[in-house]
């Protein structure tokens, strides 16, 4: 098989790997991003869904920015980024790995979660590496097990991604709370979906969704409503039931061709009802496949929008 006969993203993956390729792979869809590929191996994969390796080492502050900018002019090579980091001492090459590589599998599991899109295929581009790479096959089976963790009672976890969790009332008072999960619990307000919480402490989308959970079963957040994904999940408007919107039925109308009856004297005194925009889809509103007709990636849920032999488009 080759990468033209590829009918979804993981067999396109081990398509390129068994061909040893080394260049990029542009993913439309919501969130989409890029993979890097060295000799067939996955060594990065970016996507605004989830924090980015440097995000993680930046964010917390493990190098601070300075440090950073001062390593990027003296390493203008950002493939070889991670070899000078690793020479002067600013990290170990162990953790730089793991950073790495943990910062594939979260990508990869946010660009899964959502719906898929086309692909194309480039030239290498410059990127963080921290290790010879990840083989499209552990990439699949380490997203599909992560999807499975996160399916739930709230649905698939593209669901649970959109969702804004809030805390309750002197949740912070409670004792016996690991610093990691207080430090989730600090962060959410309401507002903040989970990538929202990822990005702002810089750790990887996967764990704060687990994090969120299980502050969900001890009774620490609840759930507020999330809107519609339209690729931007953190800045989505929220639409909370019962305000009328989306959820809300909408309004009956009768033509005015009506043969009706007239109305009551009790129906005449009720109060008219206040009509709403309407909130029906635009003509043509559809996205364009980059990907040839027959083998783009398809839409799938849970496990199998990880991406296996069934055809489905995720990682």
Known sequence: MTAADARNLPALLRSLHDE??????????SPGGTIHLRDGLIGAVETPGAPTATSVLLT???????TWLAACAAERDTDR????????????AAELEVVCTAAVFDAAFAMAIGPPGGWTLGDPEPTLLGGPGVTPRRLTEETTRRITRLSGPWGAPGELARVRPA????????????????SVLTTVNGRRTARDVAFTLGRGLYAIMLDLTRLEAQQLIRWEAGGPSDGRPSTAPRVVPGRGAPDAPPARTTPATSTAPAPTASEKAAPLPRRRPGG???????RARESP?????TEGRGAAAAGTDGGHGGL
């Open 81 to 92: 980024l991670g070899g000078y980091l690793v020479a002067a001492g600013l990290i170990g």
């Open 293 to 297: 007709p027959g083998r783009g990636p």
């Open 167 to 182: 805390p309750v009332p002197d949740a912070g008072l409670r004792r016996g709370l690991s610093d990691r999960h207080r």
């Open 20 to 29: 040893g390729y080394s260049g990029t792979v542009r993913v439309s869809g």
């Open 60 to 66: 917390p502050g493990r190098i601070d920015d300075e």
């Open 280 to 286: 029906a889809a635009r003509p043509g509103d559809t």
